[in-house]
């Protein structure tokens, strides 16, 4: 992680990590100690049969906490807060991409976030443009139901967006205990009691919803309904504002699907 020679040359090794941030940084370390740039980083739930030598990559916080005070110090605090939303994107092999472009900045310091378009940003640039979308979207299609005092609603984003969603809700429904699963990355935003928490959740099944929460969806519906303007009715236009893969966890539009 010094100097402005290169780091690090590709290698034949494929390198298996735990598949956390930790984890992640740790492969930065070893990329960087050992000069070896692996041909793939995969997780146990990712991993594909190889020719090539795996290599193990234990987690270790030292190591960790090396690498992530090195991006600031080294590149800029801007960057390292792209590397942790990136981590966090549906970016195919988020992984290598992310490491290509540390080792890059590493060489060309801050200056690397203006180099739009070169091979190792612009991937990781356009991952976090696509979650900050996703996470906008969401902010205004997640639908809440009450389930006996607690609100609930399920979403399947393709980006692992909780995380970004926690402040907006926590404040809006800042008296209420809520719960937003979502179903792609099988984990749970829980607000209760004043607190905040990220919990995994394979499954869940929501209890029959009361006559009350009936009627109010049923009212939302028909809010949705009535101040729609027939003569500007565009469906094109709409699919465009709100993407249909988002509809099946939306009241007024799942039952349009």
């Given at each position: 992680?010094?100097?402005?020679?290169?780091?690090?040359?590709?290698?034949?090794?494929?390198f298996l990590y735990d598949g956390s941030f930790e984890g992640f940084l740790c492969?930065?370390?070893?990329?960087?100690?050992?000069?070896?740039?692996p041909l793939a980083i995969y997780t146990p739930e990712n991993t594909q049969p190889?020719?090539?030598?795996?290599?193990?990559?234990?987690?270790?916080?030292?190591?960790?906490?090396?690498?992530?005070?090195?991006?600031?110090?080294?590149?800029?605090?801007?960057?390292?807060?792209?590397?942790?939303?990136?981590?966090?994107?549906?970016?195919?092999?988020?992984?290598?991409?992310?490491?290509?472009?540390?080792?890059?900045?590493?060489?060309?310091?801050?200056?690397?976030?203006?180099?739009?378009?070169?091979?190792?940003?612009?991937?990781?640039?356009?991952?976090?443009?696509?979650?900050?979308?996703?996470?906008?979207?969401?902010?205004?299609?997640?639908?809440?139901?009450?389930?006996?005092?607690?609100?609930?609603?399920?979403?399947?984003?393709?980006?692992?967006?909780?995380?970004?969603?926690?402040?907006?809700?926590?404040?809006?429904?800042?008296?209420?205990?809520?719960?937003?699963?979502?179903?792609?990355?099988?984990?749970?935003?829980?607000?209760?009691?004043?607190?905040?928490?990220?919990?995994?959740?394979?499954?869940?099944?929501?209890?029959?919803?009361?006559?009350?929460?009936?009627?109010?969806?049923?009212?939302?519906?028909?809010?949705?309904?009535?101040?729609?303007?027939?003569?500007?009715?565009?469906?094109?236009?709409?699919?465009?504002?709100?993407?249909?893969?988002?509809?099946?966890?939306?009241?007024?539009?799942?039952?349009?699907?």
């Amino acid at each position: 992680m010094h100097g402005k020679q290169p780091l690090a040359q590709p290698a034949n090794v494929v390198f298996l990590y735990d598949g956390s941030f930790e984890g992640f940084l740790c492969c930065v370390y070893h990329t960087v100690y050992s000069r070896q740039i692996p041909l793939a980083i995969y997780t146990p739930e990712n991993t594909q049969p190889t020719l090539f030598e795996e290599r193990s990559i234990t987690t270790d916080s030292a190591q960790a906490q090396k690498v992530r005070a090195s991006i600031p110090a080294k590149i800029s605090p801007a960057a390292l807060e792209m590397v942790e939303t990136v981590f966090l994107s549906c970016l195919a092999e988020k992984e290598l991409a992310l490491l290509k472009f540390l080792l890059l900045g590493y060489q060309q310091g801050s200056k690397i976030l203006h180099m739009l378009g070169h091979p190792d940003v612009a991937p990781v640039l356009k991952a976090e443009q696509h979650l900050q979308g996703e996470r906008h979207l969401l902010l205004g299609f997640v639908r809440f139901s009450d389930y006996g005092g607690v609100l609930a609603a399920t979403i399947t984003p393709k980006n692992f967006i909780l995380p970004f969603l926690a402040s907006h809700f926590t404040a809006r429904f800042s008296q209420e205990d809520f719960l937003i699963y979502d179903k792609t990355h099988k984990a749970a935003l829980i607000y209760q009691n004043g607190q905040t928490r990220l919990a995994p959740l394979e499954e869940i099944e929501f209890p029959d919803v009361s006559e009350t929460e009936t009627e109010y969806r049923k009212l939302w519906k028909q809010f949705y309904h009535t101040i729609a303007i027939e003569a500007r009715y565009n469906p094109k236009c709409r699919i465009t504002h709100i993407p249909k893969r988002y509809w099946q966890n939306m009241t007024e539009l799942a039952e349009l699907l």
